[in-house]
């Protein structure tokens, strides 16, 4: 049956930074590397964004009447968690709210921990900011990748580590995490006092027999020390309007991040993305749940085409996202050749696997939030570049 996210939208010369900032310039060539949508923003979004700019004025806004009750309604809604309007702070985005973690938190040269591979900007928040990057790597079981706890605690205490900055889901192996996993993790990091900042942006999508569960419900005790970072922005494609809801319900944890944020003039949004989030969250729940579906055909799509056409590629079980890690190591290439190969043979635009640490050398990232027919030309051209090897 038809889908309205079957249809193709040509995004290239259009100032897409997906589309249009590959190193290889060529008709060919596909984007599937940063984390978008190539689909539209849904009709009540666009509508009510409509009635919006209408209206002329784009002073200094505060959150329109039923912002904080969409938030708090979807929450409670979609994953069963309960939170409070006092613990939202809005701010301009996720990595940026990570920044003013690792700022408020800790102190220059403070030890802070990253699970590997895992989402680039993460290092970046704590090298850039003078602190300590200890990493503990995941450890791949087959098709999928485990926590090495033994080894993820005695980084901790061998390092005196102030704060986690923990991904869930796991960006980018697709890993959804479960509530004894959520649970081991939080007792470490409550036992020995460590932060957690719980990047939970693509929290929508999980897959079933998987659930998402928000790091900070697993427990009561772990509101004391946790800040949980979530956004609209992957589910319903706004990531352009730059609006995002960090929750922290320890009001001494709130207090010092806010002041974060005044230290660094970051302390508001945008008139458009705060109207935006909140018509999502309250007008556009059937219009996400028919995009999850349709990604989640597509991953089971790619996941039987590269078994039946392309084994010697091997993509990790997709639990979440819409972004798929494959292994590409059984080609025989360094990084860099595939890299090339991938541009040049392939003409396929993709995140390298290195970015997320060394731990993703010879994999490759693929975004899956686009028509079949775009996934179906990349498949086919993926195939025939592998062939002609």
């Not at 929290?203 to 772990?222: E, L, N, Q, R």
């Not at 993703?360 to 993926?382: D, H």
């Amino acid at each position: 049956m038809s889908s309205q996210f079957d249809q193709f939208y040509n995004r290239k010369n259009g100032g897409s930074y997906k589309w249009d900032s590959s190193p290889v310039k060529s008709d060919n060539l596909i984007a599937m590397s940063v984390a978008d949508m190539d689909w539209p923003l849904a009709k009540d979004i666009e509508q009510g964004l409509m009635e919006r700019v209408k209206g002329g004025i784009f002073g200094y806004d505060a959150p329109p009447a039923n912002y904080y009750d969409s938030v708090i309604n979807w929450m409670k809604r979609r994953h069963q968690w309960d939170i409070k309007k006092d613990w939202i702070i809005l701010t301009s985005g996720v990595v940026m709210s990570i920044n003013v973690a690792v700022q408020s938190l800790t102190n220059k040269g403070d030890a802070i921990i990253i699970m590997s591979p895992v989402y680039y900007p993460f290092s970046m928040a704590v090298v850039k900011n003078d602190r300590q990057l200890i990493t503990t790597s995941l450890v791949q079981e087959e098709d999928h990748y485990d926590l090495d706890f033994e080894d993820f605690e005695k980084k901790i205490v061998d390092n005196d580590v102030k704060m986690l900055i923990f991904c869930h889901p796991h960006n980018p192996i697709g890993k959804a995490w479960t509530r004894e996993e959520l649970k081991q993790i939080g007792d470490i990091c409550q036992k020995h006092d460590v932060y957690v900042v719980s990047d939970e942006i693509h929290m929508d999508f999980v897959y079933a027999p998987k659930k998402h569960i928000p790091f900070v419900s697993v427990d009561p005790s772990f509101e004391e020390f946790t800040i949980t970072c979530t956004a609209a922005s992957k589910s319903f494609n706004l990531a352009g309007f730059y609006t995002s809801n960090i929750v922290i319900p320890n009001n001494k944890i709130r207090k010092m991040f806010q002041a974060g944020l005044e230290r660094n003039g970051a302390s508001h949004c945008t008139n458009l993305g705060m109207a935006a989030t909140a018509l999502a969250y309250e007008k556009c729940e059937d219009w996400f749940d028919e995009v999850h579906h349709y990604i989640e055909d597509n991953i089971h799509y790619m996941d039987n085409y590269l078994k039946n056409n392309i084994p010697v590629l091997k993509m990790t079980k997709t639990e979440s996202l819409y972004l798929t890690w494959v292994d590409c190591r059984e080609l025989g290439m360094d990084d860099q050749a595939l890299n090339d190969f991938m541009l040049n043979k392939a003409h396929l635009f993709l995140d390298e696997g290195v970015l997320f640490g060394q731990e993703g050398s010879g994999f490759m990232r693929f975004n899956l939030a686009c028509p079949r027919v775009t996934l179906e030309k990349a498949l086919n051209q993926l195939k025939i570049a592998v062939e002609s090897l």
